[in-house]
DNA sequence: CTGTTAGCGCATTCAT
DNA sequence: ATGAATGCGCTAACAG
């Protein structure tokens, strides 16, 4: 029924070994034959199985690129670009192996399904997994995660972290990428210092994740210099409320905000969609962006640039990071020194923020 | 070295057929035995490999979702639903068998890529692939995918359409659930119509995809309907403009139909991301919305109502119809009668369309 | 309910 | 440069 490649052996006149020779293209064939055996290969629509191959070489074409959200563009440019430079050179054709097949995998943030996910690809027996976003911060979690990743790299497993802190004394990872996102968070907040903010709220991304930890300690980081910070936990506290990376819990957080602290001059969402729903809040209000209260968020994605007025964020190279972590994968490129390399966040100052209310020079 | 069905099996004093029977949980087992089993697994950190069990079952657990753009959450919110309904019932364990990988591949819009992936799931053996988003139109490649769907079929993959509509005469597709772009389009045309505007400038998604087709005709419908189009093709043609689907499009089409016909009162853009980008232009010459231009989208992501004004759009149940997808690809839902099923799409009617100029109520 | 047997389709020695 | 033979790790009959 289905065709084999020793039928493709037969119909070229020759021996299994010299079809998967050919396909494979490690190994030299002459040139009559290697034709004698694409043209049998596309009579007959042959195409390789794929799990007896990678039973028989113990590996696969397999590469998995794990993302926290498959709905929030954050991750979507990031496994874009990883899976441009990973698979699928694409002539349509692709009758030889050798193909990478990149393939994302959306956690939705749960910890159980990261595991699983990984479990699954390791099952595959996955030729590279990249981790793409912050990390899961509980020490269980981590534990297990680190000893996962051990074993999967023992197999043979490439692994590559994009947008995420390095795990410790974790040599497992072949590279490590990640994001600036505490100097990030503290440029942006000591940006709104320099404008004269006194009281600024924060829409802190999930408990327990690092980039919410990361950024809201450059927040936090920045206030203190600025003497702007109480001496405890609680005064901190007191303008930051957490909630998911998505619109309405910055919309939400941002009501709650006001309500505490009706004096508040600037929202510093966690991320722009956090901010977005940050604006309608305030806009709900009866406030206006910049002049009552300005909003600042973070990562930069496309449609930051065309709010009203324009969103102040922190900008992340999401591609370019994504194609790097894509190359790493493929071992196409050296890793950086010790495996890690932090990448710059860039301030972008846009319309929606301004001197507060009574202190704009005149 | 790596650790086989057959150490479990010496370990837990049984044969390897009934750890496979355990793992795979489709046969009865005595309790006391699988317990037996288990443990075995766990202390031996034992992985099925995935490939091994593919080639002796000649099934794999695969599933492949393909988007034609992975960084927009269109595509997102659809496979996040298909794969939330597919994949890792998620105990984080997972020793056994059985769980599907659901797998999300991003051909970028490209026929040859969503050929090669085809052709890569069809390699794996895939149990299900699910096709997101509107279809080339190019008859050579409807011919090439009708005939690699085909084969796939053959196979026992099952064949979900999601977004997109039917290929003539074929059953190799188990179900396509496709929304209803040409109502939705026609409806959105006829409100702005409605609210007296004449002069409608189209912002078209890129040539030769059904989705773009559709949705341009249901505007040109309604237009036509209400006396508003010209007879020839050209008249319709002054006042659109096709691009692709992201904001940088709408950006530019706007000001270039801003510059044919300085009298349009309002632009439709093919989704809501290219709205967002014809906003931008919009502003950028002076002009508010929705008082001097109204402005529309298609789809209803999030962001559409946090924008400034919030935006009218054509609201798609994009995770419902995900989820579906998923489902049936699982074989968890019978299809719909034929195969076919019109996913419905809804007039959300909101601040940035309101009447023209000179032509409100007073 | 459990053990035994025989491939699944291919890559890779080793020959030639 | 090509062919023949072996086994990858597992599932699916078939017995018992």
């Known amino acids: 029924m289905t065709v084999t490649l020793a039928d493709v052996a037969a119909r070229a006149r020759v021996s299994p070994a010299t079809v998967s020779r050919v ?11 290697r034709e004698r055996v694409l043209r ?7 195409v390789l199985n794929g799990p007896a191959s990678s039973l028989a070489a113990a590996t696969s074409d397999l590469v998995g690129i794990l993302v926290n959200d498959i709905a929030d563009p954050f991750f979507g440019i990031m496994a874009g670009a990883a899976q441009s430079e990973i698979g699928v050179p694409g002539d349509g054709t692709s009758r030889a192996g050798g193909e990478k097949l990149a393939v994302v995998c959306n956690t939705g943030g749960s910890p159980e399904r990261e595991l699983t996910y990984l479990t699954l690809l390791q099952r595959q027996r996955a030729a590279a997994v990249v981790l793409t976003g ?39 990872v072949t590279a490590a990428l990640t994001f600036d996102n505490r100097g990030g968070g503290r440029r942006l907040t000591e940006h709104l210092i320099s404008l004269g903010h006194r009281r600024i709220g924060y829409v802190a991304g999930p408990l327990e994740r690092t980039t919410t930890r990361h950024r809201l ?24 409320v957490h909630g998911p990376y998505d619109r309405r ?27 977005l729903g940050a604006s309608a809040a305030v806009r709900e209000q009866g406030l206006r962006i910049p002049e009552d209260i300005s909003v600042a968020g973070f990562d930069d994605l496309p449609f930051s640039v065309d709010t009203v007025p324009a969103l102040t964020t922190v900008r992340l190279p999401l591609y370019e990071a994504g194609a790097r972590a894509g190359r790493l994968a493929m071992g196409a490129e050296t890793p950086p ?25 005149r």
Request: proline content about 8%; charged content about 25%; some cysteine.
């Open 337 to 361: 020194p010790g495996g890690i390399a932090t990448i710059g966040a860039e301030l972008m100052v846009r319309g929606s923020t301004a001197p507060p209310r009574g202190d704009r020079p």
């Open 249 to 275: 819990s910055g919309y939400e957080a941002t009501l709650e905000l006001l309500r505490r602290e009706p004096g508040v001059t600037a929202i510093v969402g966690a991320n722009d969609s956090v901010a």
């Open 134 to 172: 912050g990390a899961l911060e509980d020490p269980g979690h981590q534990a297990a995660m680190a000893a996962k990743l051990g074993r999967l790299a023992d197999a043979g497993t490439r692994i590559v972290f994009c947008g995420r802190p390095p795990l410790p004394e974790n040599d497992a």
């Open 217 to 240: 300690e450059g927040h936090r980081a920045a206030m203190r210099a600025a003497g702007l910070a109480g001496e405890g936990f609680d005064a901190d506290d007191r303008l930051t």
């Open 40 to 46: 049998a290969v596309d009579d007959l629509d042959y």
């Open 23 to 33: 396909l494979n293209g490690n190994y030299p064939v002459a040139a009559t034959t």
